[in-house]
């Protein structure tokens, strides 16, 4: 007797079992997870109905076959073939009881017999009448999850996408189109979720299955595979595969070139969205800037030259966000005289929380073996002995420089009077004088790194802890750093404030008439506006508005100092006989640390000033491209003056100058504040990001989950920048411009700058995720006498606002005291 009813084993390779039973008999043969079945041949109906025989052959097989519920499919001829999927064409019937297998199996026969299957198969060229199909009649899964999924995307046509729809429990009414499901999208490489919900009901185990699967499926298969799947409990069946029928990209050439971005130190300058103007502009200022560094340090110049791309491109922005394209900061400093032989202290120079990984190090391809290091060791001497000169002669660089920057910076009150192409010209001018020639900035900022490294290194291992702390106080605690004197003169104007309600109230009332109109606290504001207008929140961003357009943060500081019942920092410097004491009988040591301390002490500030004469040359930057802002609006060209900062350098010099490629500067801005809209509505994005191939192409990363152990833990570490201990309420802060503290409250928060004066002024201790020993944070802390902790990981999830917490600035532990 002839077998019409064959088991899922012997069904692998056969025609005339349909491209259904075929597909799937051929996956459990390869070992994917196919629910067990058998198949009813074609053979077996006479019409409609089971033939007597093949009832006989349906009972021993579906004794073999577990479960009590079964699913009943059809499985054409042609059905799930690569030219035509018959998808809808042929009934299946599920969750089927053992006794009502032989009717439904009669049902699925049956649909192969409609007009509707045969008007299909007659457009594609198919034989009307050859639609008869075989009957899968296979275990139903008990699914808590179930849909389809493309391991291409068949509506883009992307082969480096993975797209999965999914619902709870059983996927026919999602295959059927009568629920629309979850929908997801998978990066193809990294099995990493680009998009979908966060919650729904494919878990992240769930998505990383079925990303393996998809992969797994499409090899075995040899083409691009629509998937129907479903799991049962946490077990992933196989329950479909065919070709995808629509037309797709031709498949990417494989690029795994590695792509590494950090902003764990950048965000300090350049927080949150960033606009293509300042970016642009500060991507403009590192290429110049770094080509002047390397040259110092004894790079030569056709080296320099043969690494512009490089130089370049030192920074990336990624959804409108600045990171540093670790990959040229390492080729950058591999330019170094020893690199190969000081490559992991060089990349700390970095400030990055992390080293590069070690396979994207061998890539890179450092100099290694006997002469490579002979080389750099003859290398290394030439750089100390440039820097040893720089050194010797760095007081007359500094002052050279600050004369060229004065100059520079001259004459501000004339912006507002030059037309389009004198305020290019303007621009030029600083960009020539100032840009090219920074030389005693980067010449003190790589000596203060080396200074500050090795004198703290050697201290704690002379003195231990007490050593440390007495480092913390000589670098940190000086009166004498610019980004002290905010908090100094904001002060001495509390003081002037302290004790009179009605220039209280006017300070809370933002009324700048009534302030400036004061005997004493007028001339003090305008002193402190004339040297620190520039200064706001993240002053670096040129979009940013400054203390002297919107000065009410300077008035709520100076309200908040008034009513700050903070006894003034003693500032009595004992740091020399400290320092006897923890030396006393170690004569050398003493004399060693003393001037090592002393020298490093002075770069530390020279650091921190310079830093500010950056502030303002941003500033005078800011206020050309308002003023271009201004007559472009004036002109019709744009829509509003600060529409200017959706705008990139090169647009606005080249609609002035001539060299522009697209000339409607307002489609493009109006564009711009749209893409800036939907960077603002993503989750906050990682500190550090790596891909493959080009950027563009990089997946998107999920939202960012803090770690179990920093929601749970009821204390934890950071590094302690400002001593003392305080005990309040949390306050988290993610955008301080919207987010008050109140007096007494302990300040949370990612990052800080010097715009954040009137919240420190209020705080009663600075808990920050980011940051050194020498962050702005740190510096006006001390100043403050007020407890801070920076680089403690994960603070904006561990703590909440209202949490009741601990902070010893001295030893970096934050407690929870509330358990």
Not at 197 to 217: C, E, I, S, W
């Amino acid at each position: 007797m002839n077998a019409l009813v064959l088991d899922m084993g012997a069904a692998a390779g056969r025609a005339d079992v349909g491209g259904k039973a075929r597909a799937l008999a051929d996956l459990a043969a390869a070992g994917f997870d196919v629910p067990p079945f058998f198949v009813i041949l074609p053979a077996a109906f006479d019409g409609a109905s089971l033939k007597p025989e093949a009832r006989d052959q349906l009972a021993p097989a579906l004794a073999k076959l577990p479960g009590e519920r079964f699913a009943v499919r059809s499985s054409g001829g042609e059905e799930d073939g690569s030219a035509d999927s018959h998808a809808g064409q042929y009934l299946s019937v599920l969750d089927v009881a053992r006794e009502d297998i032989a009717k439904a199996a009669e049902r699925v026969a049956a649909s192969g017999r409609t007009d509707s299957l045969k008007a299909y198969r007659a457009s594609r060229g198919l034989d009307p009448e050859g639609g008869a199909p075989a009957v899968i009649v296979q275990r139903l899964v008990d699914a808590r999850v179930a849909g389809v999924m493309f391991t291409a995307d068949p509506l883009t046509g992307r082969r480096d996408r993975i797209v999965v729809s999914a619902t709870a429990g059983l996927g026919d009414r999602l295959v059927a189109g009568e629920v629309d499901g979850e929908s997801y999208a998978l990066d193809r490489s990294t099995a990493e979720r680009i998009d979908g919900p966060t919650n729904g009901v494919l878990a992240p185990a769930d998505l990383a299955k079925l990303a393996d699967l998809a992969t797994r499926v499409e090899t075995a298969r040899g083409s691009p595979q629509d998937i129907e799947w479903a799991i049962e409990g946490d077990r992933l069946f196989l329950l479909q595969a065919r070709p995808i029928t629509t037309a797709l990209r031709p498949a990417a050439i494989p690029d795994d070139a590695p792509l590494i971005f950090d902003n764990s130190n950048i965000i300090e300058s350049y927080p949150r969205l960033v606009s293509p103007l300042t970016y642009s502009f500060a991507r403009y200022a590192y290429s110049r800037i770094y080509r002047v560094f390397v040259g110092l340090v004894g790079v030569r110049p056709s080296v320099v030259r043969a690494n512009a791309s490089v130089f370049d491109n030192m920074l990336a922005r990624l959804d409108g966000r600045v990171y540093y394209n670790l990959g040229n900061w390492y080729r950058a400093l591999a330019l170094l005289p020893g690199f190969s032989l000081n490559a992991g202290w060089m990349e700390t120079m970095m400030g990055v929380s992390e080293p590069l990984p070690p396979d994207f190090m061998a890539r890179m391809g450092a100099r290694r073996g006997v002469l490579g290091g002979l080389a750099d060791r003859v290398r290394m001497v030439g750089m100390a002995w440039r820097l040893a000169r720089e050194s010797f002669r760095l007081k007359r660089t500094m002052r050279a420089f600050y004369k060229r920057l004065n100059t520079a910076l001259a004459g501000a009150d004339k912006v507002a009077t030059l037309p389009l192409s004198g305020l290019a010209a303007e621009y030029r001018r600083i960009e020539a004088q100032l840009l090219d020639r920074w030389d005693a900035p980067l010449v003190n900022d790589f000596l203060c790194m080396v200074a500050f490294g090795a004198s703290r290194r050697l201290i704690e291992s002379w003195a231990g802890p007490p050593g440390l702390l007495l480092h913390n106080d000589v670098m940190i605690g000086q009166g004498d750093i610019v980004s002290a004197e905010p908090a100094q003169r904001i002060r001495a104007m509390g003081r002037l404030a302290a004790g009179d309600a009605g220039l209280l109230a006017a300070l809370d009332a933002a009324d700048r008439g009534r302030i400036e109109a004061h005997p004493t606290l007028g001339p003090a504001v305008a002193e402190y506006l004339a040297k620190f207008g520039d200064r706001c929140l993240e002053e670096l961003k040129l979009e940013s508005i400054t203390l002297s357009e919107d000065p009410r943060p300077l008035f709520a500081s100076i309200a908040a100092a008034a009513r700050s019942t903070r006894s003034e920092v003693a500032r009595a410097d004992h740091a020399d006989q400290r320092l006897a004491k923890l030396f006393e009988g170690k004569r050398v040591r003493h004399f060693v640390m003393r001037h090592l301390m002393r020298w490093t002490k002075n770069r530390v500030r020279d650091r921190e000033n310079l830093r500010f004469e950056r502030t303002r040359v941003f500033g005078r930057a800011r206020r050309v491209f308002l003023a271009i802002g201004k007559e472009l609006h004036a002109s019709g060209v744009i829509d509003a003056p600060r529409d200017i900062f959706m705008l990139s350098l090169d647009e606005v010099l080249g609609s002035i100058e001539g060299f522009a490629l697209d000339t409607d500067l307002r489609a493009i801005a109006a564009r711009r504040k749209a893409e800036m809209d939907a960077f603002a509505a993503l989750p906050d994005m990682p500190e550090r990001i790596t891909a493959t191939g080009a950027a563009i192409l990089r997946p998107r990363a999920s939202p960012t989950t803090a770690l179990v152990a920093a929601n749970t833990a009821v204390s934890q570490q950071g590094l302690g920048c400002s001593a003392g201990i305080a005990t309040g309420i949390a306050r988290v802060i993610a955008d301080p411009a919207t987010t008050p503290i109140a007096l007494g409250e302990i300040l949370v928060a990612r990052h800080t700058d010097p715009g954040w004066i009137a919240h420190f002024s209020n705080a009663a201790a600075i808990v920050v995720e980011r940051g050194s020993l020498l962050s702005h944070s740190a510096i006006v802390a001390r100043e403050l006498g007020i407890p801070c902790v920076v680089a403690l990981k994960g603070a904006m999830t561990w703590l909440k606002t209202g949490d009741r917490i601990e902070v010893d600035g001295a030893t970096g532990l934050v407690r929870k005291l509330d358990g």
